[in-house]
């Protein structure tokens, strides 16, 4: 059962409670410290963006169009849609010779409500760029050209870029395939529930990728090192990932996921 993690106080009465489930893993899977129910099924959300972003590097995209590590760290970002993050994905778009228009996540406005209210008051009309998964949908069709694929149906879940992120995603966090539950994300691409135990799992051999192999080794240091060269990336002006990361110096990676995931590596 969920514990209770946090409670909010008014005086002498506690008005709020914020139930949870934390789990602590090892890259080999010990499970060192919990809270809750470290098995507690639910979705991963966007916290797999620098896990499904393997794909990218290991099917040669990253290569092939010369990504840079400021544009591998917005294909893992939740984000704010801020100029520099619309810039540098419009950038990817143009190596991989796209435009917004192939972006299938949709449109909507910051996740920061100050600079949401700020595009609001300069009547800015909002495109795909925006949404705070353009990174990840610039990614996924990063791998479309290089491999072939239609880049119209890349949001499906036979798509081939799915499947091969779901397998990877699978690898990452421990657990077989057929045992991920699927859902559609709120930016229509499939996400994947599992237990928060392998969530936990990912993200120790993300940041400790010395248990992968050579192939997948080489993707982790440069998610890890991509992710903290560019942390205004992931987030944007004061977002938590952007800010804990830039904090400190190298020494972890973090992601949010809606409706209250968060992992740590």
Do not use: W
């Amino acid at each position: 059962m969920s514990r209770v993690l946090v409670e909010v106080t008014r005086g002498p009465i506690v008005e709020c409670i914020h139930r949870g489930d934390v789990a602590v893993v090892n890259n080999r899977g010990d499970l060192l410290y919990s809270a809750g129910d470290p098995y507690k099924v639910t979705y991963f959300r966007s916290s797999a963006k620098p896990i499904q972003a393997f794909e990218v590097i290991l099917s040669r995209a990253a290569e092939h169009f010369k990504l840079t590590d400021k544009e591998i760290a917005i294909m893992c970002a939740s984000h704010y849609g801020e100029d520099y993050h619309i810039k540098t994905v419009e950038g990817i778009l143009k190596k991989i010779g796209l435009t917004k228009d192939n972006l299938l996540c949709g449109i909507t406005s910051s996740l920061n409500p100050d600079y949401a209210i700020e595009l609001a008051r300069k009547n800015t009309v909002l495109n795909q760029l925006y949404n705070n998964c353009s990174g990840k949908h610039s990614g996924m069709l990063s791998v479309c050209v290089q491999k072939g694929y239609d880049v119209d149906s890349y949001n499906k879940v036979d798509h081939p870029v799915q499947i091969a992120m779901k397998g990877i995603v699978a690898k990452m966090c421990g657990i077989d395939e057929k045992d991920i539950v699927i859902g559609t994300d709120g930016c229509t691409v499939p996400v994947f529930g599992m237990p928060v135990y392998n969530m936990a799992l990912g993200y120790a051999k993300l940041a400790n990728p010395d248990v992968l192999d050579d192939s997948y080794k080489k993707a982790a240091k440069r998610i890890f090192k991509s992710m903290n060269e560019y942390p205004e990336m992931i987030a944007g002006t004061n977002g938590f990932c952007s800010e804990l990361m830039r904090k400190t110096h190298g020494k972890l990676i973090a992601k949010l996921g809606a409706d209250g995931v968060y992992c740590i590596g």
